[in-house]
């Protein structure tokens, strides 16, 4: 159903490097960009950092690590956020700040494309 | 409130006021211009009307990984339906229980969104209907606040399955409503008062795929309504009891969504002396509606709608005979098509037009057209939308 991107455009799911996992489920992860997941399986609290909707590396997260659409997620956001019972994810404006806010935040969640990996933030794998 | 427009306005950045992460305050602003052909819709329409305007702001603080508190302010401006004073849209606290990836439980307390049919919760939020409005036929703004939002304590549940999710609410709660609703099922302002101050229950089941791709729901009410009669008024006491269910169905591609809900309401009028009497009809009303995105910031949207006070009785006949024609039979009813688009200029600004071609009057408000004998069977709609959110 989906299309495929070429690897290197592929983004890879990175956290806080104090995080004390190394895999999260698909469920899982999916749960927790959906903001209805907001604790580490150590109790420590998740923050999701997310670039704009209308960013390439959104859409290519969403569609093959999450299997969502980028409007789908905005509606799961939208519909907690407008009845009180959720939050959103704060919106980074670029993959730098993104890094900078996942490698400086504790328990920091979110992506980047993998020529932007470095020893600041650790990567995780999906299962 | 320009004030307070322009303060929302002004903080164009587009971002929302972020205090460290546990607080979080976001807001709209939109407004609405509408052209009738025939009859009143939100405002003095057939000259063309800017009688619609939606403002809210809502703050959010996490106060531990399971508490969430929550408010919004909501001024809504809608011809004579709505005159655009503050009022709070919700304020509650939100207990999670249990939350991990095998399913979640949780309690809500205070006043509380209802979660009927895909859209009622944030019914108010322009971005996030399908539409400039929503379906009449399924959510009426004529009587909105009978299901808007509602004061008390519902518990909801997360149920995951291998292929998706279960989300499930079930509530207990009183309802505060205003003149609209004694309006709408009385025929007008009486001097005694209708109150809705029995519990109100609400239930919802709604399954959703891991992809998204599939929505399933079924939403309940039910209501009841008492009436204490003054000295002058020519009713007596009397009581309604009503049940309004809401199906839903929605599948999700990548470039295109299909929706259908149906709505059915037993209405149960009791006492009210002989003048109005005691009887009882089906409310029923429903549509289908298909959006297509042509480029991934501009959407077309086509919908077709019916909606009847009574499936008894759909061409209004017999309503309207009982009324001695005082009530014309296409007031019973309504038909209608509706042709749109949806540009999202930015994620966080929006611009939308749309035509609707209506038969029947069944879902204007009486408060906006009080001779039922003035309105016009056929009649179009043009309207145009813009929402900017933080």
Not at chain 2, 69 to 86: E, F, H
Not at chain 2, 100 to 108: H, I, Q, R
Not at chain 2, 203 to 221: K, M, N, P, V
Not at chain 2, 374 to 386: I, P
Request: proline share 4%.
């Amino acid at each position: 159903m989906l299309s495929a991107v070429p690897a290197l455009a592929e983004p890879v799911l990175v956290a806080h490097p104090l995080v004390s996992v190394n895999q999260l489920t698909v469920n899982t992860t999916r749960l927790m960009f959906s903001m209805q997941l907001d604790q580490w399986p150590d109790g420590n609290r998740v923050r999701v950092f997310v670039l704009p909707d209308d960013s390439a590396i959104h859409r290519a997260f969403s569609k093959h690590k999450l299997s969502l659409y980028p409007r789908q997620l905005r509606r799961v956001w939208d519909r907690q956020l407008y009845s009180g019972t959720g939050q959103v994810p704060e919106t980074v404006r670029s993959e730098t700040e993104m890094r900078r806010k996942v490698a400086t935040t504790p328990g920091a969640v979110g992506y980047l494309p993998s020529a932007m990996i470095d020893d600041t933030v650790s990567v995780l794998s999906i299962r | 409130m320009l004030c307070w427009l322009l303060f929302v306005l002004g903080s164009g950045t587009a971002k929302a006021i972020d205090f460290g992460g546990d607080l979080q305050v976001h807001g709209f602003a939109t407004q609405g211009f509408v052209k009738t052909t025939d009859n009143r819709f939100f405002g003095d329409s057939e000259d063309g009307a800017f009688e619609f305007t939606e403002l809210g702001i809502n703050a959010s603080y996490k106060v531990s990984p399971s508490v969430l508190v929550s408010g919004q302010l909501l001024s809504r401006n809608a011809g004579k339906m709505d005159d655009g004073s503050p009022t709070v849209d919700y304020a509650l606290i939100d207990w999670n229980l249990s939350n991990t990836s095998d399913g979640a439980v949780g309690l809500l307390a205070g006043r509380i969104k209802n979660t009927l049919g895909l859209y009622n919760e944030t019914r108010d939020v322009a971005f996030t209907r399908p539409s400039i409005f929503l379906p009449q036929q399924v959510y009426f703004d004529r009587v909105r606040d009978l299901f808007l939002s509602a004061d008390g304590v519902q518990i909801y549940g997360r149920i995951p399955t291998d292929s998706g999710r279960w989300m499930v609410n079930l509530g207990a709660t009183i309802n505060p409503i205003d003149k609209n609703v004694e309006i709408a099922f009385l025929g007008r302002d009486f001097e005694g008062d209708l109150d809705a101050d029995d519990v109100t229950f609400i239930a919802r089941a709604e399954y959703e795929t891991h992809d998204g791709a599939w929505r399933l729901g079924w939403s309940a009410a039910k209501v009841t309504l008492d009436f204490d009669a003054s000295r002058t008024d020519p009713i007596g006491d009397g009581r309604i009891d009503l049940l309004y269910w809401v199906a839903s169905l929605q599948y999700n591609a990548e470039r295109w969504t299909l929706t259908g809900e149906y709505m059915r309401e037993p209405v149960d009028f009791q006492g009210f002396g002989p003048l109005l009497g005691s009887r009882d009809s089906t409310v029923e009303g429903y549509y289908l509606q298909g959006s297509y995105l042509l480029r991934n910031d501009l959407e077309l949207i086509v919908r077709y709608a019916e909606g009847y006070t009574d499936r008894d009785d759909r061409s209004g006949m017999t309503q309207s005979a009982a009324t001695g024609g005082q009530l014309p039979p296409h007031s019973f009813f309504q038909k209608d098509w509706m042709l749109g688009v949806r540009w999202d200029v930015t994620p966080n600004f929006m611009l939308r037009a749309e035509y609707q071609w209506n038969d029947g009057t069944w879902t204007l408000s009486n408060r906006e057209n009080p001779d039922p004998s003035a309105t016009v069977k056929d009649w179009e709609m043009f309207s145009l939308l813009a929402s900017y959110r933080f």
